[in-house]
C-alpha cells in the first residue's frame, strides 16, 4: 500500500511536517552574523547544505516570519558576511538556546554563554565552541514566495576555515572526533550513528 499527496492540496504546516521528517538527517548551520549596531547574532538553520566545491558555495535557507526578515538574513544582506559553524554534540545545547527570539538589539550569542573569536577574512565573529568554523561572504540571494510565505535563500561563498586540529586528519574531518549533530523531524535530533563504506562503480 502507497499513499500518494499532491502537494499543492496541503498546507504550509503539512508540507513542513512531511518535508523536514522525510528528508534526513539534516546538517544543521549554526550561524553567526552582525547586526547594523554590532550586535552580535546567533542562530541555527536545518535547511542547509554545500552547493558546490569550486567556487566553495554553500547554502542557508531562511524563512521569513510573516513579511519580516529574520536577523541572520537582514544581517547577512547588509553586511555581506557571516559564519557558519557545524554543529556537534559539544556545542547542540548552545545552538538550541540560540533558536530563542529575541529582539535584534539583544545577542543570542551572549545569552546561550558562547564566546566570540575575531575572524580572519570577515568582520563576523565566530564562536569558540565550534570545532568546524567557515568564514562566508554573500555569494548570491534569492527570495521565494508563494502566498503569504517568503523564503530567503543565501549562497555564501566559503572564504576562509577554522578547523580544530582533533577533527583534522589527513585533509578530511573525522567525523568520530566531530560527533556531529543532525536534525529530524519536529524536536528530534540524531548523533552520528554506525558508518559504513561502498565502492563506487565503474
Known amino acids: 500500500m502507497w499513499q500518494s499527496i499532491d502537494s499543492g492540496k496541503l498546507s ?14 539534516r546538517p ?3 550561524v553567526t552574523s552582525l547586526a547594523e549596531d554590532g550586535t552580535l547574532n546567533a542562530a541555527p538553520f536545518s535547511f542547509f547544505n554545500v552547493l558546490s566545491a569550486q567556487p566553495p558555495l ?6 521569513r516570519r510573516g513579511d519580516s526578515q529574520k536577523d541572520t ?19 547542540a545545547e548552545a545552538m538550541n538556546e540560540t533558536a530563542a527570539s529575541l529582539a535584534p538589539d539583544e545577542s543570542e550569542a551572549e545569552k546561550a554563554g558562547l564566546t566570540p573569536v575575531e575572524s580572519t577574512a570577515v568582520k563576523v565573529p565566530g564562536l569558540k565552541e565550534s570545532r ?23 549562497i555564501g561563498r566559503v572564504l576562509h576555515y577554522h578547523l580544530a586540529d582533533e577533527v583534522l586528519k589527513d585533509g578530511k574531518i573525522d567525523v568520530h ?18 558508518v559504513f563504506s561502498l565502492d563506487r562503480p565503474d
Do not use: M, W
Open 12 to 25: 504550509k504546516k503539512e508540507n513542513y511536517q512531511l518535508l523536514t521528517s522525510a528528508v534526513l538527517p
Open 28 to 30: 544543521i548551520a549554526f
Open 58 to 63: 554553500l547554502s542557508v535557507s531562511v524563512g
Open 73 to 91: 538574513a537582514r544581517n547577512i544582506l547588509e553586511q555581506g558576511e557571516f559564519v557558519v559553524h557545524i554543529t556537534d554534540e559539544k556545542n
Open 132 to 154: 568546524i568554523r567557515l568564514e562566508c561572504k554573500l555569494e548570491q540571494h534569492l527570495v521565494f514566495e508563494e502566498g503569504d510565505t517568503k523564503t530567503d535563500l543565501i
Open 177 to 194: 572526533q566531530l560527533s556531529p549533530v543532525a536534525r529530524l523531524g519536529g524536536r528530534d535530533y540524531t548523533k552520528l550513528g554506525e
